[in-house]
């Protein structure tokens, strides 16, 4: 399967992006894109000369690619990702996997079902900040691992559509923490604040206790003035702090003596998509699978549960 076809469903920000990628590969063909907007449709058209539908399903019938990216709000994650696998195509759902834990399964027995691959867009795992420190868990430069911890915060967005900053921000730092420690979450204590948006949460911070006993500590809101993304890893030998903005990491070993960590750049989406071809190839696993995807999506309900106890 050298000549790999691929569509994207849903072409706002991330789906745009999608799209130029798949463009841009080498062993990729994007032959179509689907959208309900027409401006946004004849806009990719102009751009990459593909095929534009404002109707999913019938694009999949006449092109029948073999990766579709569905890029839509998570609401109807089940519907248009389900409807895929069904027609046998390979699949990769942008982060949060679903709104539910059974609409997960659903998905991922699905895909078991029709032999196909499903990938979760959990695009921090292919973040080079991300792969430098973990290879730097891995050699054991920090000894063993005490506590992790991450700041995601900024402006609230400008429209929130289906799913608070919980499902939206916080499921990132979550796999981050599972991907980084290979560990699962044990124990949970959360705090939840709705302020701005509703019936949906705009701030959260939740300390979590992993199977190897490393403190998780972390925190994600859309009602800072500044927009922060930092990943703290405390170990018995040093301690790692990156920066997912500047792109920097540094590691202390003592106070005062702190070695920059070599990162070079490369763009995660460029890297997540690229694991997704191979997989669908044979030659490796997705960045994410659909597992991961229900376990980042299992952390963040859990969060979620104990948080609104904690708020009566």
């Known amino acids: 399967m050298d000549n790999l076809t691929a569509a994207v469903i849903g072409i706002g920000e991330m789906g745009r992006n999608h799209a130029r990628i798949y463009a841009e590969m080498p062993d990729v063909r994007l032959v179509a894109v689907a959208d309900s907007d027409a401006d946004k449709l004849a806009q990719i058209t102009r751009t990459w000369g593909v095929s534009a539908y404002d109707d999913y399903a019938k694009m999949l019938c006449r092109e029948k690619p073999h990766l579709v990216s569905v890029c839509v709000p998570t609401s109807v994650h089940l519907r248009i990702a389900s409807t895929c696998l069904l027609m046998g195509c390979h699949v990769l759902v942008e982060k949060p996997i679903t709104s539910t834990l059974e609409a997960a399964q659903l998905l991922i027995d699905l895909a078991e079902q029709h032999n196909c691959i499903l990938a979760v867009g959990h695009i921090e795992r292919c973040n080079p900040i991300v792969s430098a420190v973990k290879r730097h868990i891995d050699n054991g430069d920090l000894g063993t691992i005490y506590r992790i911890s991450t700041r995601r915060v900024g402006p609230s967005p400008q429209r929130v ?19 980084l420690l290979q560990s699962e979450p044990v124990t949970y204590h959360a705090e939840i604040l709705q302020a701005k948006h509703g019936n949906y949460d705009d701030a959260v911070t939740a300390i979590v206790r992993f199977e190897n006993d490393v403190i998780g500590c972390f925190e994600a809101d859309w009602l800072s003035s500044a927009k922060e993304r930092t990943l703290v890893i405390t170990g018995e030998e040093g301690v790692i702090t990156a920066d997912y903005l500047s792109q920097t990491a540094v590691i202390a070993f003592a106070p005062g003596e702190q070695v920059e960590i070599g990162v070079p750049y490369e763009e995660p989406l460029l890297v997540e998509l690229r694991s997704f071809a191979a ?8 960045a994410a699978t659909g597992e991961d995807g229900l376990k980042a999506l299992a952390m963040a309900t859990r969060i979620l549960e104990v948080g609104a106890k904690n708020g009566r």
Do not use: K, N
Not at 279 to 286: C, I, K, M, Q
């Open 161 to 179: 559509r289906d799913v608070g900053v919980t499902l939206d921000l916080l499921t990132h730092d979550l796999d981050v923490a599972r991907y």
């Open 279 to 286: 997989a669908v190839r044979g030659e490796s696993r997705p």
